[in-house]
Every structure is written in structure tokens, then in C-alpha cells.
């Protein structure tokens, strides 16, 4: 018999819709015959006229043409360009709501991809910000020209326009500053502007970070070569204007490519890097160190895994995918031992220095992947207790799965980005694991994203 699937709505067909749930994407979700529409901009509760824009067989994407009903949860954004930019994605929902739906998600991904009685599990309320604006710490503006005019952005959802963007919401506002008194510098002073297309031009990209709590400030710009006219002024210019930059730093990237650093950073003026403080650490951060974008909340989620742990004192400790060490050197003052791996060689470094700065004699650090590195550790007898793992957005690692499997180790602590690969981690460990809880904490307020902590125990 043939089937009538994907074939029922036609494109640019208007319609009704009732929008049951938010997307992990943010987009609102209904189904019109039965098959599945995902609708950007519109919300849980609202009924909607729109217009389908693309047809695949397994669903269909729309945009609101008409709200009949809106959601009680309905703001206006803060942003000019929020509709154009697609930085954020749920600046129209009241935040309070924005902390219900995120937890919502996290449901919905075990739904899908778990065998687990949901009901049953201890799913916490998302723990959010006081203040959900302006707290990104760091920004990376394409830069580009217009009648003369220098502008600095983002490229718009789907589309090679660039967004300028004078003052963005979620940004630190001495980020915000930053970048608009560097485009101010290279307006005046004629500096050439990188043109994609015609590949000419300097000035590609102005990266700002700051330092939350040490007030900090660092300026990258990325180039498309080295010679940049006008040197000496342009740092003159930029420590006279702001005068909290503590660095200035070129990094070049003559690639066609859409990667923002390229491998070569040469220091202009200043220190190398800048001071930023998470709770009793310090850390330095280089221009490309990776670092939470949100220190304020990576105090919060940090404290969320040194609850799930609960040590003793007498515990060995994996943190895999360490990075430069930040979330086992906080749980370092309460551990037997802490033992890193990632694949990165200059994370490894950090995280060695990081760990001496604070005094801490009971880490070790290797450069690997935690698959490989971790049972040769065992075979040397050496076991963990406690492991701690923060993957990226694609999850664990097949193998490390079979290895945390077979090691054992008698909690499990999952730090996630991602719910629907933190779904699928948790079916594969559920024949040997059971989830004690997960606790989502809101990293980045205005947007769809949810991290959670997982505590996952070994089923004895």
C-alpha cells in the first residue's frame, strides 16, 4: 500500500497549527495530519497560521504568518536585531518560562531516546541566573564594510548577510564597548577590511574577552596576514580608548574557511594573556584558550558536580576531557587523587600549570583520549572511583562507553551540553548505571542550549 507521508503539506501552504512543545532548537513544534511541523518564533500554547517554507519526508518547516492565540509567556525582545541575528533563540519567552521549557527538553530527549520510566526520575528545576543579560564574557564579530562604514557582527540565520551589532544583550557590556571602539579605530584610521568574496583586505574578525571578576581585558584581531598598516597607532589608539586592556594580540588566518582562528598568534602589546577567577581558582586565559563562556553560572554547574561527587577525601578522580583542568582542580582540595586527560597537548600544559599555581600536588595530567588512556591505567592497577566526564556536543565516545562499562567505577558524573546525546549515553550505560538524578542549569540564558549534571551510580 502506498504511503501518504510527506507528501500532505505542500510548499507555501498556509495552515493552522497548535504548537504543543518547544524544539531542541527552540522552535515551536505541532503537527498538522499528523506530521511534524517546526515552526522558529512561535511558542507552547499558541495557535498560528503559517506557511510552509520546507518540506522533508519525515517533517515540515514554517513561519508564522498570523498569531490567532498567543502564549501568556509571550515578551517583546530586547535585541533591535533578534529576528535577523539567530545568536538567541528564545528572547520572546519570559525567562522563568525559558527555565521550565529547557527542563521540558531534557524530558523529552529521554523520552526518545531511553527505555527509562521518566515519571520515576529525579528531573530537577533548571537552575537559572539572576540577571540572564549580558553575561557572555567573550565575543567573535565577523568584521565587514558598507559605504565606508566598518561593521561588526554576525553572519543572519541562514543567509551570508553580516549583522552589525552595536550593542548585543547577552554580551558583557565592556565586551560590547571593546569591540565598538576597535571598529571605531579601524573606520578612522582606513584600516583595509577583509572581503570574503573578493578575498582582499586585513581585518577579519575582532575577539574580545574580559575578565568578569579581575575586569580584565583582552582584544584579538584576526588578520589575513601579518603586515597590518598603521601598527603602532591602532595599539596606541586602542590602550588610550580603553584603557582596562591588559593584552592586545594578532592571530593570522589566510584560510578560505570559516574557522575563526587561524594557527599563528603573535602578542602586540600587553601580557599574553588576562586573569579571570572561578571561586577560589585563578586561571590565565591566552587568546585561544577555551574557557565557559558564563562564569558566573560554571561557578554554579561546578558546584552541582562537587555535590554529585560528595567526596571524602579518599577518592581517585577522572576528569575526562579535562580541558585546562578547571573542573578537576575543583573538586582537587577534596580528592585522593585527580587524574586528567584530553587531546588537546596545550590544554595539557594548562591544565599542569594550572594545577601547580594553586598548590596541588594529588593531579595528573596526559595528554590522550580517555578510551585509550584510561585502561592502561587500570592495567597498572590504579582504579577510579569517581569519573567525571564533559564531552562535546556529540557525546561519549563509543569506546569510553565500553571502557566505563567495564572499568566500573562506582559514580559516574555527567556534565553534558547536549540532551539528546546525554539521552543516548545514559540508554548504552543503563544496563550497568542507574540515574540517581540530573540537574539542568541554564548556561546561556536568551537561547535554546541546557547543560545538565547527571549523577549516574553503579547498580550493585
Not at 520515576?120 to 565575543?139: A, F
Not at 564597548?177 to 579605530?185: C, G, L, M, P, R
Request: glycine share 6%; proline share 5%.
Amino acid at each position: 500500500m502506498k504511503t501518504e507521508q510527506g507528501i500532505k503539506i505542500q510548499l507555501n501552504q498556509t495552515f493552522p497549527l497548535t504548537i504543543k512543545r518547544l524544539g531542541i532548537n527552540g522552535e515551536g513544534v505541532g503537527y498538522f495530519k499528523k506530521q511534524v511541523v517546526f515552526v522558529p518564533g512561535a511558542l507552547p500554547g499558541e495557535e498560528v497560521v503559517v506557511e510552509a517554507t520546507k518540506i522533508n519526508p519525515k517533517f515540515a518547516e514554517a513561519k508564522i504568518k498570523k498569531i490567532r492565540i498567543k502564549s501568556p509567556h509571550r515578551v517583546q525582545p530586547l535585541c533591535p536585531v533578534y529576528d535577523q541575528c539567530g545568536g538567541c533563540q528564545l528572547q520572546h519567552l519570559h525567562y522563568d518560562q525559558q527555565l521550565k521549557e529547557k527542563r521540558d527538553i531534557v524530558i523529552q530527549s529521554l523520552e526518545r531516546h531511553t527505555k527509562l520510566s521518566i515519571d520515576k526520575l529525579d528531573i530537577r528545576v533548571t537552575l537559572g541566573m539572576e540577571d540572564p543579560w549580558g553575561y557572555r564574557n567573550k565575543s567573535s564579530f565577523q568584521v565587514g564594510q558598507k559605504d565606508g562604514k566598518v561593521l561588526a557582527g554576525l553572519y543572519g540565520i541562514n543567509s551570508h548577510q553580516l549583522i552589525n551589532i552595536d550593542q548585543c544583550a547577552v554580551q558583557h557590556s565592556q565586551t560590547n564597548e571593546a569591540t565598538s571602539k576597535v571598529k571605531q579605530i579601524l573606520e578612522e584610521l582606513r584600516i583595509p577590511i577583509y572581503n570574503e568574496k573578493s578575498r582582499k583586505g586585513i581585518i577579519r574578525t575582532i575577539v574580545t574577552r574580559v575578565g568578569v571578576q579581575t575586569d580584565e581585558l583582552q582584544i584579538v584581531l584576526i588578520t589575513s596576514q601579518k603586515e597590518i598598516p598603521k601598527m603602532e597607532i591602532i595599539i596606541e589608539e586602542i590602550q588610550k580608548r580603553l584603557p582596562n586592556v591588559k593584552s592586545v594580540v594578532q592571530n593570522i588566518n589566510g584560510q578560505k574557511t570559516s574557522l575563526i582562528f587561524g594557527e599563528e598568534t603573535v602578542p602586540l602589546a600587553g601580557e599574553e594573556f588576562i586573569q579571570e577567577t572561578l571561586g577560589d581558582l585563578q586561571f590565565e586565559l591566552s587568546a585561544r584558550t577555551f574557557f565557559q563562556l558564563n562564569p558566573v553560572q560554571t561557578v554554579k554547574l561546578y558546584n552541582e558536580v562537587k555535590k554529585a561527587a560528595a567526596l571524602t577525601g579518599n577518592e581517585k578522580v577522572v576528569d575526562a576531557y579535562c580541558g585546562v583542568g578547571t573542573i578537576g582542580l575543583w573538586l582537587a582540595n577534596q580528592a585522593a587523587e585527580i587524574r586528567g586527560m584530553d587531546v588537546i597537548p596545550e590544554s595539557i600544559e594548562d591544565a599542569k600549570k594550572n594545577a601547580k599555581r594553586h598548590g596541588f600536588t594529588n593531579t595528573k595530567y596526559v595528554p590522550g583520549k580517555a578510551e585509550e588512556v584510561l585502561p592502561k591505567w587500570v592495567k597498572k592497577g590504579w582504579k577510579p572511583d569517581v569519573v567525571v566526564v564533559d564531552p562535546p556536543r556529540t557525546g561519549l565516545d563509543g569506546q569510553l562507553l565500553q571502557t566505563i562499562l567495564q572499568v566500573k567505577p562506582e559514580k559516574l558524573i555527567y556534565v553534558s551540553c547536549n540532551p539528546s546525546t546525554l539521552a543516548k549515553d545514559i540508554q548504552t550505560l543503563s544496563s550497568k548505571y542507574e540515574v540517581k538524578y540530573i540537574q539542568p542549569v541554564d548556561m546561556f540564558p536568551q537561547t535554546a542550549h541546557v547543560e545538565c549534571v547527571a549523577l549516574l551510580t553503579l547498580i550493585l
